[in-house]
């Protein structure tokens, strides 16, 4: 059989939580920062460390099966490869931002001002679609400070807490792309088998992450109120109580309205409320 490679990156903001995820799902390997390749003992796949931008082509020539990476990076780098599974982390957004002592407040007052950019092909893209021609300046970092410079009077550039932006005197202006990491496959890869198997793994874990088990007890009149607010991956589990009016009720609920239903919960008599991280759900 095969043996899969899968390309990660080496360090960075995306190599933590690959190695995670590839853990969680069962996969034993040593995470050497100092080696490229790294087998992994218990599946037949072998993980490659690389930087990021390398890691689309990487995939798209078949030297990789399979990658870890950005959106923004597989747009920037116009790949042909088969986009398997997104991957919840990574969330970021491409933003043209400008100088907050700027007088520009509509996109068309871009036209032929200077945006400085690490991703000259997405943003060429998306000014021709408004219609704008701006000199796009590519810079290879620290765009932010670009402005400040005189170098440009705009910038485009990823964004997550917006601190960076703020921190520079500059507002965000225009929203290009929103992006997270996802598993990419080189064309056809979804038909491996090996590749189904590990894409199922990984949707067992992201489920898993985007729920929560959850055990209450409830007095049986207070039943069927409790039970309209449960969702469950079927149904509801009822479990009776020693104490003969009492039942435990055991389910899933989803992680995004967390607190409201657990809230909603207690309104409707739910008591000893217990909350428990999942790990898989395999369906
Ligand atoms: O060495 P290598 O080439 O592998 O890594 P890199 O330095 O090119 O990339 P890295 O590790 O910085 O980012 C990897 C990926 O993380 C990116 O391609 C995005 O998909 C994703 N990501 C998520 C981000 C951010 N959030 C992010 N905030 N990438 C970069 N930033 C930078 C941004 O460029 C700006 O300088 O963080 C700053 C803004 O952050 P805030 O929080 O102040 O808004
Ligand atoms: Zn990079």
């Not at 095969?2 to 390997?29: D, W």
């Not at 409201?260 to 000893?272: E, V």
């Amino acid at each position: 059989m095969k043996t899969l490679k899968i390309a990660i990156q080496k360090s960075g903001r995306l190599n933590e939580k690959s190695v995670e995820l590839l853990k969680n799902c069962g996969l034993n390997f040593e995470n050497y920062k100092s080696s490229l390749i790294s087998p992994v003992s218990n599946f037949p796949l072998e993980i490659l460390f690389l930087r990021d931008d390398d890691i689309p082509e990487y995939v798209q020539d078949g030297i990789a099966d399979l990658g870890i990476v950005g959106e923004n990076v597989i747009q920037e780098t116009e790949v042909e490869v088969s986009y398997l599974q997104k991957l919840g982390f990574g969330k970021c957004s491409l933003k043209i931002a400008v100088p907050n002592n700027n007088s520009i407040t509509d996109i068309n007052q871009l036209n032929g001002k200077a945006i400085a950019t690490t991703y000259p092909v997405i943003l060429g893209k998306y000014l021709k679609e408004k219609g704008i021609s701006s000199d796009i300046r590519t810079i290879s970092g620290s765009v932010e400070i670009s402005p400040g410079l005189g170098l440009s009077d705009a910038i485009c550039d990823l964004v997550s807490t917006g601190g960076t932006l703020k921190s520079n005197g500059l507002i965000p202006f225009a929203d290009v792309m929103s992006s997270e990491a996802v598993l990419i496959g080189s064309k056809g890869s979804e038909n491996n088998h090996l590749v189904q198997e590990l894409i199922q793994r990984i949707q067992s874990v992201l489920r898993a992450k985007e729920t929560k088990y959850v055990v209450l007890n409830v007095e049986r009149k207070n039943l069927p109120s409790v039970l309209a607010l449960l969702p469950g991956v079927k149904s509801p589990s009822v479990v009776p109580l020693a104490e003969g009016d009492w039942v435990a009720v055991h389910t899933v609920i989803p992680e995004r309205d967390f607190w409201d239903r657990i809230s909603q919960l207690k309104q409707a008599g739910a008591q000893g409320i217990v909350v428990m991280p999942i790990e898989k759900i395999i369906l």
